[in-house]
Structure formats: C-alpha cells, structure tokens
C-alpha cells in the first residue's frame, strides 16, 4: 500500500504529493511544524501540540488554517489511511505561495499544509534500556526558539556533530548553560535527587513531554527545580535524561565522554518513563 499524506486538502499517495518552488517555506523557512506521537495507534499529548501549533503560527503572523477539531479530525484519517500504531505524525503549516520577497506577501496567499506519518519504535527503543549518550555542543540558534519555526539548520548541525561523535543527542549550550537538546528537553537529577530543568523563556522551545514529565513528577512528589543547569553540574549529576514526543523519556548515561551517575539508567528516569507511558496510554 502506498504511504498516505496530506497536502492542502487532499490525502495524496506520497509520490503525487508536490509543493511549487515558491513556497515561502522552501525559500525562507517561513513556517511553523509540530510532531505528535501515536502509540496503540492514538495521538499522544495531541491538545497541547496543537496549542502550541496555534501559539507558534501567531507569533509570527500566519492564519491557522483549522480549529483543534479539525486538526484532529485529519491526524485520525491519515494516521487510520496509514494503519500506523506506533511511531508519528507530522504537521507543518507555511505562509503559502508567492513571489519571492522578504516581507509578507499580499492579503490573499493561502497557507500551505503539509501532513504526514512516520511508523517508528517509541515504546521499545532499545535506548531506553542501555542509555544514550550525548554531547555537548555550542548553541548557535536565533533569539526566538520559543517558536517551533521550521527552520532547524543549527539543530541540524548540532544532530550531525553527534552522529559523527557516534552518539545519539546533542545537548546545546549558552553562556556555560545548558538550553536544550538539539531536538529534546534537558533534564538531570542533582545530587541533592532534585529534578531540573531549565525555566521556560524565548532562549528554549516549550517542551509538550517536558510539561507532562514535570506535571507527573509533582503528582508523584518529586522535588523539583526550574533553572540553569551548568555543563559541569550536568557532568556531576547523579541522573540524566531528555524528553520529547518521539523519545518520551530518554536516560542520559553519558555526556561528553563522562559517565552519569553509574553510567546506567536511573531508578527515577526509569519510573518518570514508566509513568508517562501510563499516562498516555490512558489518554
């Protein structure tokens, strides 16, 4: 069976889907994306990607072309035309076609919307068992990464530095801080057993599983911490982990080279993963 996308209307086999040269998200990024995960073939954390899908298009001035409702309605389809039960589907909206030119086109140009699933192992990645390994790397992004832009040529970057250092993540750093993952949130369990992370800012993304992790972190009484987390604290923490919708909660159990912790997965990453597996199975 052919794979299934979706483009401005029509659900498409991939081979016929075709977006014109002019698309101002192919000439100047001027677009928005989001990812949700799907697990026992359901979308996972699905209202708050779509929020943020709202937020993100608002800041930068491009109409969102449905209400949650029907961004909803058209995941289930394709995610159904695909027979995914596991793995992802892809939302990304542009500011549509024309002209090339650095301010905004006339009233009129019509978003472009672009949809698609990607079948992967979420709940059996063999990470979550051995741990991965990151490294860090300096952040060279721009000032608003608030915003789910889809322009990503530093995560890029940042993602090929750590496939070349053989490792699965790079966590970006500023000023001596960590800010997040090239494509993830950072967290660690400090030496005290306190959870942290960094505070929410335009200097890193809103992390949808960030948001859940530390609603279930309280739920389960943990201390937690939101603020600056140093490399050299990273290196002495006794925990690692990232998170994001297609790794949920990933053990760190090396950074840099250096061993976290006992340089295997933590009992309180492992119980956070445990919980948010739960939590989304349940919806």
Do not use: C
């Amino acid at each position: 069976m052919s794979r299934i996308v979706y483009l401005n209307g029509a659900f498409l086999p991939f081979e016929e889907a075709r977006v014109p040269i002019m698309d101002r998200g192919f000439l100047f990024a001027d677009g928005i994306y989001e990812v949700s995960a799907i697990i026992d073939g359901k979308l996972v954390d699905n209202a708050a990607h779509l929020a943020r899908l709202d937020r993100s298009l608002g800041e930068i001035g491009i109409r969102n072309p449905h209400d949650a409702a029907g961004w909803e309605k058209l995941q289930t389809e394709l995610v159904a035309r695909n027979g995914v039960t596991e793995g992802l589907v892809y939302m990304q909206v542009t500011r549509g076609v024309a002209e090339r030119d650095f301010a905004f086109p006339k009233a009129g140009t019509e978003p472009t919307v672009v949809m698609f699933t990607q079948a992967k192992t979420v709940l059996a990645n063999p990470l979550a068992e051995s741990g991965a390994r990151v490294i860090t790397v300096e952040d060279l992004r721009w000032k608003r990464r608030d915003i789910k832009s889809v322009a990503l040529l530093a995560q890029v970057l940042a993602k090929q530095q750590a496939a070349e250092a053989g490792v699965a993540e790079a966590w970006m750093v500023e000023d001596g801080a960590v800010t997040e993952g090239s494509s993830s949130t950072a967290f660690i369990v400090s030496r005290d057993r306190v959870l942290v992370t960094r505070p929410l800012s335009t200097a890193l993304l809103p992390g949808i599983t960030r948001a859940s992790v530390l609603k279930l972190a309280a739920e389960a009484d943990l201390r937690v911490e939101e603020r600056l987390i140093s490399v050299a604290e990273a290196y002495e923490a006794q925990e690692a982990f990232y998170t994001s919708a297609s790794a949920f909660v990933m053990p760190v159990v090396e950074i840099d080279g250096r061993s976290i912790g006992e340089g295997r997965p933590g009992p309180l990453t492992r119980r956070l993963r445990e919980l948010y597996i739960a939590a989304a199975r349940q919806g």
